[in-house]
Every structure is written in C-alpha cells, then in structure tokens.
C-alpha cells in the first residue's frame, strides 16, 4: 500500500502530525538536524572522531602546560622584582628622582684665651639655579646681579651652564636672600648655609687665616685646625618630578650634621690689637715693608699676642695680595743680626771661657781671611768686657769671642736654642731657618754667624730664645692653643710641648743682668727702658737679604726683650722689614718694644719688683 505524505505546512508543530515510525526509516535527515545521542556515527567517522579527540586532548594538555610554565616564570619574576631586587630597583627609580643636597655643619669658633672669638659663622644661604627652569635669563641674571653685588656677565654665566643645578653665589647675608625670594625668579632657590664672620676684620688675622666658599681652612689656625672646627657635613635627599618640583609625599633621607670644635687660642684680644695697632703705626712711620710684635710668656710659652703688618680683613679675601696673607711671625726667615750675639756670649760663658768681666780688645776693623769685620759706627782700638761687648753691640768683638769657641761648640749653641728646626709651634708654613752643618764652615763664618749674619731664623724663633733666657735656661716649647670644645661644653686641654734646660741656671742669670746694660743710658736701647722696671734686651740691625737679585740691600731692624727683668713674665720681640731712613734697632724697634711692653705689664698688672738694677763694667 502506498502512503501518500504532505508537504508541511509552514506553520508551528508542523511535524506533528507525522507518525513516529514514519521518521525511523532509511530516510536521512535533512542536514543541518542533529543526529540523535544514541545512534552511533557511521563506520567511516567514528575512528576519525576518537583521533580527533585524542589529538585536542594534546593540545589542550600542551596549552594548560605552557600556561602553567608562564605563570610560573611571572610568578619567579614577581617575587624576583618585589621581594629580591626590590631593594635596587627602588633605589634606581630614587635616583632618577632624588636629589641630594649637603647639609653644611656648623663650624666651630675661634676664641681668644677668655672665650672671646675671633671668628664664628652666622646663617646664611646659598643661591642655586636651574637654568632649564628660567625662561628670561637675562632679567634673572640683572635681577640677582644687582642684589648680589657682582658683575651681570657672571651671574648669567651660571644661567646657561650646562645642567640643572649651580650656585649663582654662596654664604649670602639672610636679608639678601630674603629680597632674592620676593622677586619669585623661577628657577631660582636658596639653601642653607653658614658664613664665617670675624668681627675684629684684621685683628690677628694673619694668626687666624681665613676659610674658602666651601668652609674649609685654606691659611693659618683655619687650616691646621680644620678637621675640628668643620664638624661632619649632613644631608638632604628629596624627591623631584621632571619639571624639578619637589614632590610632597616623595621620600625624605636626612643625616643631620654634627657641629665643629671651638678652638681656643693663648692670645689675648686686647693685648692682640694694642701690638697689632703699635706695629702697624711703626711700619708706616718707617716706610717699612712689613713687621712683626710678639709677646710671650716665658713661663708656659704662651703666645699672648702676634701681630703682623700689614694685615688682611678675612672677610674681604679677594681685595687682598695673596703673598699677604701668611704669618710672617714664622714663616718668614731672616739674618738675625747682632740679637743673635746672646747665643755667642752664652756659648762661651757655658764653656767657661769668658765671664761678664772678661777684658776684649776691639781693634777698628777686624780681617778674617778676605773679609773685613767693622762695628756699626767707626771706633778707635778700644778695650771692652764682655758685657761691654754685649751692651754696646760689637761686630768684632762677638767675631773674637766665637774665635776662642770655635765652629763646633758655636753651632752646638745655636741647635740647642733652636736655630735651624722649627719651634714646635705646629703653625701651618712655619720655616724651620737655616743654620749650615759646622763642616761647612769656614774662619768666615764662625766670625760672621758670631753677629747673626751668614744664618737665618723666624722671629717666633728668636723670641724663643730670650724666652729661653728668661725662664732660667730651660725652653719650653712656644703653644698657641689652649685647648678645643665641644657643644657639650667639653674641654679638651691641648697638650703641653716638651721642655729641656739649655743653658745654666747661672748662665742665664748672668745674662739677664748684662742684656740689662743694654736699656741703659751705656747702651744701644735707653729707648726701651720702663721705669721703674728693670728691662733686659738686646738690638739688632741686620743687612736684608733681597731674593730677587741674592745680594743684601736695606736692612732687618729688631728688638727683644723681656721685664721684669729680675722675675720674668713677658718676652715682647718686635722686628722691622726693610725700614726706609734711620735703620738702627735701637732707634726704631725699641720705642715699638716700650709702648707694647708697657701696655701689657699695666694690662696684666704686672707690678715692679723694686729690685737694684744691674751694675756690670763695661770696660776693664
């Protein structure tokens, strides 16, 4: 029988109303209809279908493996970056946005003996720019010129250096910082800083010395002492985004400074200027080159005052001569001259070959090999004692003397008063003198170096050796400073140098009683004389070496001394560089002796001792 089918219709359930056997048969269905779960593909798929499967399998395992092995590695990467290295990759991103800036400490005083100071800082600020942040260079460069006081063409140097960051001027007063940062110059900013202030200008200042831009000691106690006064420098890294802004939640790394040492010195501020200003007065009277004035205890050697002439103002370094701004007081040698017979005279007395009563026949001139000896002023044959020679200056006489001593005992002197090393002061330059190996020497110069000529020495020097003789024979090493501080208020005593006897106790009584003479109206500095004290010296009045042709022109006029004579407590050693006219020590450096000495026994309330003053023959 034929079953007749009909096309459905198009509309909903349309296969509902065929039989289901009708469906079953070996029709196909249409493609695009599913195959019913549970007929099995044909025979030629289904081995297809299970490589297939086995195939995806594969890769599904290989993906979810290489995922896995990426992972991981992202995952050691991660713990590399923020747990390993997280320490360096901070501190590289810091660094592209830090910067640094130093942290000045403040430096410490320098104080007189009593606390008063020759120098000290004040605040003060450095001005920095940034030259990619100032659009009008030339205005900013006009603007900080004229508040700064210096020439346009440097300030605007410093706007177009190269980089971003430069100091247009350090250590600048407060109040002109204060008028810099009312201008709002962009890219123009302050730091902190100190500025080194001397409040006495030149008052000892070439003791002192001076400091550079950056704080550091370049001359004098600044530099030898500069470890302890500049302290440990601090400082400040902040962070900064591109535009140089700092930026407030960035990181902030501070090491605070430790403030510097005050040092204090053995000088005393007052008797500092009153040298200082007598000096000063005396060179220019003189037309002197130059001069020097120390007073010294000779008890302690300490260094009371030391004065030069010229000075400088350290604050106002750069309008100054850099040749002027040592210490002459011991870094310049010179020929003694005739102070230096004390240690001729010395030498024999301890050698026991004269005493102060010993006749020397001193003829008019006095020839040794191919030189000729005179005395300062023309004389016929005369006969003197030692302390004639002594107390009215004898060229020829100290040449006799030192005939019968010899060139080894005579150089054996001079080393033990000092002659030829430096003196222990531990000043910065300090010369040490020249005193030429006794081999060296020739009948010449054991006449010549008798009188301080052939021989060279500072004049911390020769204030050591009359302290030397003041003290009773026994040297004590020359101290400029009494110890350091700190801001704790610590003291630190500096330590004492050493001692050593020289000459006799005997000796050097001796001595002091003929150097008395000198003073006198019988010798060559009655204008040295303070009564009623008794005052004990000696002249001096040496030819100059001239460096720059090494022959003698002009003269080195000195005189030294110290009171009270019988008891003494100060050593006042003044020299003149190259004095133009009258050129005698006892003209010219012993009126500076008298009104220095004076002003420091009346200042220390020395009182006289009362003591009779020495009567020695000066002839036989």
Known sequence: MTTTTRRPSASPGRFSH??????????????????????????HLAGRGRQWGRLGDRRLRGVAIGLAVLLGLLGVRFVQLQGLDAAKYREQAMSQRARTIDLSATRGQILDRHGVAFAYNVDARDVYVNPKHVQDKVATAAALAQLLGQPMEVVFE???????????????????ADRIMDLHLQGVGLLPATRRIHPGRDLAANVIGFTGTDGRGLEGVEAAYDQLLAGTPGSLTVEEDQAGRRIPSGERRETTPVAGRDVQLTLDRDLQWRAQSTLARAVTATQSRGGVAIVMDPRTGDLLAMANAPAFNPDAISKFDPAALGNPATNQAFEPGSVNKVITVAAAMEAGLVTPDTPVTVPPQLKVIDRVINDAEPHPTERLTVAGVLARSSNIGAALIAQKLGAQRLHAALQAFGMGRTTGLGFPGESSGQLPPAETWSGVNTATIAYGQGISATAIQMADVYATIANGGVHVTPRLITGTRGSDGAVHPAPAGPTGRVVSPGTAETLTRMLEEVTTTNGTAPKAAIPPYLIAGKTGTANRVDPRCGCYRGYVSSFIGFAPADKPQLVVAVVLDDPQGSHFGGQIAAPVFHEIMSYALAQLRIPPTGAPPAKLRLTP
Do not use: C, K, Q, W
């Open 158 to 176: 410093s706007m177009v250096a190269p980089g971003s960051f430069g100091y247009v001027a350090r250590a600048v007063d407060r109040d002109v």
């Open 18 to 43: 065929i039989p289901t056997t009708a469906l079953r048969g070996t029709e196909r269905p249409s493609v695009g209809h599913a195959r019913p779960p549970s007929e099995p593909l044909p025979h």
